[in-house]
């Protein structure tokens, strides 16, 4: 059974930084394409950026809205994915999910069998 726990939200001021952290575990998390998605209120749930597995390079890759300013990573011996937001603006303000799928790597919502329960980020401006 794969477990996937986030942390990390809070409220900050545009401009400012957080890192979410998702926690993995089961016994083959380590195989997993993860992902971050979020969702504002009143809208669906969004791609936000992935990472392959280390057997795949561990490539990564992000939507337009957040390159520049986001970066994913991810911990093997620790079986933690990683999310550092800088420069936040008010409208990264929604709950963050980490995501795992033994499918390749993608941005759909389908296409990862396993989520958190999300955490909030709230940027103020």
């Known amino acids: 059974q794969v477990q996937l726990v986030e942390s990390g939200g809070g409220p900050v001021q545009a401009g400012g930084s957080l890192r979410l952290s998702c926690a993995a575990s089961g016994p083959t998390v380590r195989s997993y394409a993860m992902g971050w998605f979020r969702q504002a209120p009143g809208k669906e749930r969004e791609f936000v950026a992935r990472i392959s597995n280390r057997w795949s390079g561990g490539m990564t890759y992000y939507t337009d809205s957040v390159k520049g300013r986001f970066t994913i990573s991810r911990d093997n011996a620790k079986d933690t994915v990683y999310l550092q937001m800088n420069s936040l603006e008010p409208e990264d303000t929604a709950i963050y999910y980490c995501?795992?799928?033994?499918?390749?790597?993608?941005?759909?919502?389908?296409?990862?069998?396993?989520w958190g329960q999300g955490t909030q980020v709230t940027v103020s401006s």
């Open positions: 995501a795992g799928g033994a499918g390749v790597p993608n941005e759909r919502v389908s296409g990862y069998a396993y």
